[in-house]
């Protein structure tokens, strides 16, 4: 057999063709997020709207959509961020408290039962939560919960659990034995090794495991939707609902999308700062060798 | 610690009792706001809540199997359809993340300029919240003034109803959505498993003769494999309950032509119209679903090793 | 400091016993190592006396004090692991300091009552003991951002500055590169001889055993096999096990039988027939030999063996060489039979492989063992060879 030579045009064949395939993967990816930055910088009616789109035309470009949206929309975008961070907020710090002990026993104990009890948190967060909507409102409406801070709080927080719990396990995993026995050593009892060394050691998946928490009621609408009857409990993600809906009255996308640009910004901010954590996180369980 | 897992019963509850007390709080919230709600929404599955038009907060009675029998006789056709949509939706899905992942990721394994540049913007979708976007690709599915039918008018293609006309139509437009959620997730799930094969593996099998193809066939796919079956099984059993596409952009419809199970539950229980609230038929299309979930689950169990992480 | 006693410690999991039946007392102020193969339960050992296992019988005391139900922290011991286990979120100054700011001490003005030590306190016995370790240079660093030298030191560093009972060291020096291990091993001598105190170490290494160790304890698959001096288990080894595992180049064993021959015994093993003295019975037995203590020289000589060199090992300053030894000169034996493979040490460079050699060895060197290891004390080579 005659000895293959390295050809030169496959090889540009192959390399073009792979910029060609990601540009399209990109433009795909970018494309809606584009459409909404440019249809929010504009108040062009629904109907001229793909124009100015697909050539943006600066002299149309302008920021009052987000002037209306943040300052004369009712419910006002102040009271619904305040009450997303007030459900947000709860149900994420509960939410964290309960992943970090759950996190904690799990890795680094053995205790009987241990077993039987990941098999009962699996079966049960097989629920689909979407629809234990159905047995707490019927509980919440008898206990006279439904359109309160606390009957939202607790669906909420009660959401999070299994899954942070699991992912703060995994981390600390991955954390050796060791170095809760060196702190054992030096004169720590388990409780104490568990605040003053897991604890701070496991500051980046707690972080992750707040920031999803907190992600869930933050983008919720089923549970705010069936819950929240009065407009000055609404979250965020029912103001941006109801926004979307009169929108197709207004014919004017300009509301709707700079509204999902306010409320994605801290979303967006957090997740590219800590990019490389969350991915990391989340792919712990998921990359095996 | 991990060191006693060969002792007796009696040795690790003497030294691992503690635990208890760490999972306590976990244990009264999974109990008191998950396994309670669960159980009263299977008990209400088996009542006439909503259905027999006297149902209210306070009056509704225990009717046993009869819903069920009713969704496997009279409304046979309605839950086969359920069934088939849900099995379409997460299945779909799930074959065209695992297609577009591998090809995207093995595309970016190689050594190609501007790589780093777009691995980031092929992550952007995922950087924003699901709900958040999902409303805006409704709009943009839509038939008159929709941005996706005015880029084909400029092409030359006559305006698609996407989300009102055809099952078809409706299922497109469903997958792509679902598609532009995921595939950033999964393009970097495997790409790292990709990364994380051994480059001399590759160095032997190229003095050994073999080519791109064989290369790809002999080891990257092996070391995939895990990765690819248990992302792709966790992908199915999300998706499967992966409520907000299906009821924001076509909550449905056409018809009954793309409800799911999840769906149909909420729109039951609260759906629009001011209609009476289904309660028992919501709650028991909900335990059909979760009874599926979990025969699928036992044989995610059973087939990989999905507890492995979690019971070490 | 204070001595530790462990008394009939068994360590039984499930489906094995880890520790079998261990009872050692270690002398207040005394390093003693404890020698063993990866999974012979050294570490299990360790760990019980630190409290971070507990045993399955047997009783360990610190001092005179009965720890059994002692947990770790209430132990006062201090332990270097392997990893070095330091906390990867603290500096190395607050890694030392880690203990100190959790442990209490009795009030000067009210005994009955306890405090926490004061700043001042602390900073003085981090910066004496970082002295001492030569690390006060870097003391704010992270433990990722020093070598493993470093590292080891600061693990060094955070045990002392605890001043406890005694120091458990589990394979502190393992994870070094060689060349910076022996001199690691120096440091750690130098440093048992001016703090006095108890050093229990565990290792798999019979050089760092050796050099380190006071007396070693050396174990296997759970039980305690001896516990000597290094010189005491090189030279007088209780079974077979003890005798191949420490020494290095490896000793040499020959499994054979003796016979009855006239009116004594002899060794018989191939072409090699060697009389022996003692009681004993006609059976197999083993003889030992250091390769030391093997004889290579390249005349005949009275009771010698001939042979060849079938390998060489050069080590440096001496070679280990591969011989294979066939029958006395001049005597024919009755049967062919395969040559025995024996290995020597000797100056390095003086042989080579395929030359012929007449191998002898000093009578009273030889270690005899039963078919079970156990050692042979009365027996003993009775003449020079035939």
């Known amino acids: 057999m005659k000895p293959r030579r390295r050809r030169r045009w ?20 970018v494309f809606p997020i ?25 002299s149309q470009l302008t920021l009052s959509s987000y002037n209306t949206v943040l300052l004369h929309e009712s419910p006002s975008y102040l009271s619904l961020l305040e009450n997303s961070l007030i459900f947000s907020g709860s149900a994420a710090a509960i939410g964290l408290l309960l992943a970090a002990f759950t996190g904690f026993a799990l890795s680094k104990f053995n205790f009987p039962g241990r077993r039987t009890f990941v098999y009962f948190i699996l079966l049960i967060s097989l629920f689909p939560s979407v629809v234990m909507i159905i047995p707490f409102y019927l509980m919440f409406a008898k206990l006279g919960l439904i359109d309160s801070y606390i009957g939202l709080i607790i669906p909420y927080s009660a959401g999070a659990v299994v899954f942070s719990g699991i992912l703060v396990k995994n981390y600390m995993d991955s ?81 709707v999308t700079s509204f999902a640009i306010v409320m994605s910004l801290p979303i967006v901010a957090f997740y590219m700062v800590f990019q490389r954590y969350i991915i990391g996180g989340l792919t712990l369980g998921a990359v095996r060798g | 610690m991990a060191d006693l897992r060969d002792q007796t019963l009696g040795f690790r509850l003497r030294h691992e009792w503690p635990a208890y007390l760490y999972l ?33 907060l306070l009056s509704y009675h225990y009717i046993g199997i009869t819903n069920y029998q009713f969704a496997l006789t009279t409304g046979a056709s309605t839950s086969l359809a359920l069934v088939e949509n849900s099995f379409l939706w997460a299945g779909g899905s799930v074959v065209l993340f695992l297609l577009i992942g591998l090809g995207l990721a093995s595309v970016l394994n190689q050594p190609l300029r501007g790589r780093a540049i777009y691995r980031t913007v092929i992550l952007l979708p995922w950087a924003f919240p699901a709900f958040i976007t999902l409303l805006v690709w409704t709009n943009m599915w839509g038939y ?84 690819v079956i248990f992302v792709g099984l966790m992908g199915f059993l999300f998706t499967f309950n992966n409520f907000y596409p299906i009821y924001l952009i076509t909550n449905g419809g056409p018809g009954i032509s793309t409800q799911i199970f999840i769906t149909e539950s909420y729109n039951d229980a609260f759906g629009a119209h001011g209609a009476t609230p289904l309660f028992s038929t919501a709650a028991m299309y909900s335990v059909l679903d979760f009874l599926i979930i979990v025969c699928l689950t036992l044989v995610v169990i059973w087939r990989t090793d999905l507890t492995r992480n979690w019971l070490k | 400091m204070s001595g530790i006693t462990l008394q009939n410690i068994t360590k039984r999991f499930k489906t094995e016993t880890a520790v079998d039946d261990v009872s050692l007392s270690i002398q207040d102020g005394e390093f003693v190592v404890i020698l063993g193969a990866s999974g012979s339960g050294k570490t299990t050992i360790l760990r019980i ?8 019988t047997g009783h360990v005391f610190i001092g005179d004090v009965l720890v059994d139900d002692y947990e770790p922290r209430d132990r006062n ?32 003005d009210d005994p009955d009552r306890d405090r926490h030590l004061t700043h001042q306190e602390i900073d003085g016995k981090v910066r004496g003991v970082s002295q001492m370790l030569g690390i006060a240079e870097m003391l704010q660093k992270r433990p990722s951002e020093l070598s493993g030298g470093q590292r080891q030191r600061v693990a060094l560093a955070r045990a002392i500055v605890r001043d406890p009972e005694a120091f458990l060291l589990d394979e502190p020096l393992s994870n070094l590169d060689a060349k910076i291990r022996s001199n690691a091993r120096i440091e750690l001598k130098r440093l048992h001889q001016r703090l006095r105190q108890t050093f229990v170490f565990v290792t798999h290494d019979q050089t760092e055993a050796m050099t380190l160790g006071d007396r070693l304890a050396i174990v296997n698959h759970g039980r305690l096999l001896q516990c000597d001096t290094p010189e005491r288990t090189l030279s007088h080894p209780l079974n077979q096990f003890v005798a191949s595992f420490v020494g290095s180049p490896e000793m040499v064993f020959l499994e054979g039988n003796v016979e009855s021959t006239g009116g004594g015994f002899t060794f018989v093993k191939g072409p090699v027939r060697i009389p022996v003295r003692g009681t004993g019975s006609p059976g197999a037995v083993t003889i030992g030999l250091r390769p030391w203590d093997i004889r290579v020289e390249k005349a005949s000589t009275p009771g010698t063996l001939s042979g060849r060199v079938t390998g060489v090992e050069r080590l440096g300053s001496s070679d280990q060489l591969f011989l294979d030894v066939a029958s006395p000169p001049g005597a024919s034996p009755t049967t062919p039979a395969a040559p025995v493979s024996l290995r020597a040490l000797v100056r390095a460079y003086d042989f080579d492989v395929g030359d012929g050699v007449f191998v002898g060895f000093d009578p009273d060197r030889a270690l005899f063992f039963n078919a079970e290891g156990g050692r042979l004390e009365s027996m003993s080579i009775s003449s020079p060879l035939p």
Not at chain 2, 195 to 205: M, S
């Open chain 1, 34 to 58: 584009y459409f909404i930055v440019v249809t929010s910088l504009s108040t062009l009616p629904i109907a001229g709207i793909t124009a100015h789109v697909l050539l943006p035309n600066p």
């Open chain 1, 175 to 255: 954390i050796p034995d060791d170095i809760e026995e060196a702190a054992l050593i030096d004169g720590m009892s388990r409780t104490e090794a568990f605040f003053r060394v897991m604890i701070p050691l496991c500051l980046p998946v707690l972080g992750l495991a707040a920031f999803l928490a907190f992600m869930g009621p933050y983008t919720d609408y089923a549970y705010a939707h069936v819950f929240l009857t009065s407009s000055d409990k609404w979250t965020l993600a029912l103001g941006l609902y109801n926004i979307n809906s009169s929108d197709t009255g207004t014919q004017n996308y300009g509301l």
């Open chain 3, 77 to 108: 011991i201090a332990m270097v692991f392997q990893s070095y286990a330091l906390y990867p979120h603290l500096s190395a100054y607050d890694n030392i300091a880690f203990g100190l700011r959790v442990r209490r001490i009795p009030r000067e």
């Open chain 1, 10 to 29: 496959t090889r540009w064949a192959k390399r073009i063709a792979s910029h060609v395939v990601l540009i399209i993967a990109c433009i795909f990816a």
């Open chain 2, 144 to 227: 008159e003034y929709g941005i996706i039918n005015s880029m084909l008018n400029l092409v030359g293609i006559p305006s698609v109803n996407w989300l009102l006309s055809t099952p078809t139509a409706a299922w497109s437009a469903l997958f792509i959505t679902n598609i532009w959620l995921s595939f950033p997730f999964y393009t970097v799930v495997f790409l790292a498993t990709m990364q994380a094969i051994p480059k001399d593996l590759y160095e032997a099998a190229s003095i050994d003769g073999a080519g791109t193809f064989s290369q790809f066939r002999r080891i990257t796919l092996p070391y995939l494999a895990p990765t």
């Open chain 2, 24 to 56: 306590l709080p976990t244990v009264a919230v999974l109990l008191v706001l998950n396994a309670y709600p669960i159980a009263y929404c299977i008990y209400i599955s088996m009542t006439d809540f909503g259905t027999g038009g006297r149902g209210s």
């Open chain 3, 49 to 56: 006396i630190a409290g971070l296992e507990v045993q399955t």
